[in-house]
C-alpha cells in the first residue's frame, strides 16, 4: 500500500509539473519604451515628462502615452503592426504652453500607422474629507458639516517630478513634486505617486491583490504617504478617474461587478470590477479592472487591506477644464475630442472602523488598464492538482486495496482453505 500511495503522488507531481511548464512564461509582445522623446532636458525643461511605450505584437502594436503635464494621462492607441520603426512627435513647447489653441494635435502618431482604436485613463481630481461621522462613504457625508478639501490636478495645482530619473523601461512613475500654497502644499516631495508597469506575456502581480494581466494590459499603483493631513485628523480620501475611448459620444459606458467562489488570489476579497469602455464589444475595448481593496502598509497583507468603493457614472462636464489641459487634447484637438465616449467615477478608501487614512498615513490602490475582455479570477492549476490528489488517492486506493485483497484471496492457501471450509459448513 506504502508503493501504491508514493506511486499515486509521483503522478500528480508530474501532472503538476506538466501544468506549470504548459503555464510558462511566453513573451507576446516586445516592449520598447523611450522617455521624453523630442526633449532634450540638458537643455530644455521636460516638466513632469512623458513617457512613450509601444507594445508590438505578430499582428498590432499598443502605443502607450503616459504623462504628468496637465492631468495625469493614459492614453492608449491601437495600431495596426508596421515594419517601419516609427513612433510619436512632440511638439514641446506648445504641449506644455498650456493654451487651448496652441496644446492640439501637439502630439502626432507617425501617419505610417493605421489607427484601430484608441482609450485611455485621466486621473482628474483627488478628494479630502474629514470623516469625523465614520461613514466611509461619499453619499453619506453631511457636506454641511464635513471638511472638504479638493485638488484638481490641473497645471497651476500641482508640479511633478520629470519622469525619466524616476523610471524604466518597465515601470513609469508619475510623483508629485509640490501642490500649490492654496492648497497649504500638503502634498509634496512625493506623497502621491502612480506607478505603472508593462508587460509582454500573461501572468499575475507579486504584491496583493495579485492581479491577473496580459500582454494588452498595463497596471497602476496609485499611493498616497507621508501627508500633512492638517486640522482634518479624520481624514479619508476618493480619486475621480475619466474613462474615453473612439466611440460614439452617445454611447454609454458600464460599469460591472463579478463575483467569485475563489478568493485564493486575494484572501478575503470575493469580487472583480470593471469598468468597460464598450459593453457592447467588450472584447474590443478599453476597461478599468480592480478589486475592492487597498492597503494601508508598504508591505501589503489581510490585516492591512481595506474597502475600496465605485460609484455610478457621469458626464464630465464639471472636469471639461482638466481634459482641456491634458494629453487627451494634445493628441485629438478639440473637435476629435468632443466625439469621443467619455465618462467618470469616483473611487474612495476606506472602512468605517478602519481608523481612516490617519491612522497609518498610507494607503496604495492598484487597477489595470487594457484592452479586451478583462481577466477574471478561475480556480488555479495547483488548486486543481490539490482537489485532484485529495479525492483521487482515496478512490486510488479503494480499487488498489481491493485488487489486492482480490489477487490475495485466489493465491493465499490460507484463505482458500478457510473459503472451502465455510463452504462445506453451509
Known sequence: MAVTVKFVSKVCSVVFLFIVLLESIVALRTIQTELNPGCDDTKEDCA?????????????????????????????????????????????DNFKSGNIT????????????????????????????N????????????????????????????????????????????RVKNSSAIMGQTINNGSLEFKFSFFDHMDRAKDLPHLQYTEDTSQFDFTLMNID???????????ESVLFSTDSAGKDMKFDETKSIDDEYTPGVFTISNWLARPEK???????????????????GRAYGTFVRGY??????????????????????????????????????????????????????T?????????????????????SVGLGIPVVLILFGGLFVCLKKKTDPLLVDVSKNAMSVN
Open 367 to 387: 487597477g489595470s488598464i487594457g484592452y479586451g475582455k478583462p481577466p477574471m479570477d478561475v480556480v488555479s492549476s495547483l488548486v486543481v492538482v490539490v482537489i
Open 131 to 174: 470623516d469625523t461621522e465614520d461613514k466611509a462613504e461619499l453619499g453619506k457625508l453631511n457636506l454641511d458639516k464635513t471638511a472638504f478639501r479638493v485638488f484638481d490636478f490641473s497645471r497651476s495645482m500641482f508640479e511633478w517630478y520629470d519622469l525619466k530619473p524616476i523610471s524604466s523601461d518597465s515601470s513609469i512613475k508619475l
Open 229 to 239: 493631513t492638517g486640522n482634518m485628523s479624520l481624514s479619508r480620501f476618493a480619486l
Open 48 to 92: 513632469g515628462g512623458v513617457a512613450y511605450i509601444k507594445a508590438i505584437g505578430e499582428q498590432n502594436t499598443f502605443h502607450y502615452i503616459l504623462t504628468a503635464i496637465g492631468p495625469p494621462t493614459v492614453l492608449v492607441i491601437l495600431t495596426e503592426k508596421t515594419t517601419k520603426d516609427a513612433g510619436i512627435t512632440i511638439n514641446w
Open 312 to 365: 455610478g457614472l457621469t458626464k464630465v462636464t464639471d472636469v471639461q477644464y482638466l481634459l482641456d489641459q491634458s494629453a487627451v487634447l494634445a493628441y485629438f484637438g478639440s473637435v476629435n475630442m468632443a466625439k469621443l465616449r467619455i465618462s467618470s467615477t469616483n473611487f474612495s478608501f476606506g472602512l468605517t472602523d478602519d481608523g481612516t487614512f490617519t491612522k497609518t498615513n498610507y494607503t496604495v490602490w
Open 102 to 129: 496652441e496644446m492640439e494635435k501637439s502630439i502626432k502618431l507617425d501617419l505610417s500607422y493605421t489607427v484601430l482604436y484608441s482609450y485611455g485613463v485621466v486621473f482628474t481630481r483627488l478628494f479630502q474629507y
Open 282 to 300: 467588450e472584447d474590443q475595448g478599453g476597461f478599468l479592472q480592480h478589486k475592492p481593496v487597498c492597503y494601508t502598509k508598504p508591505k501589503r
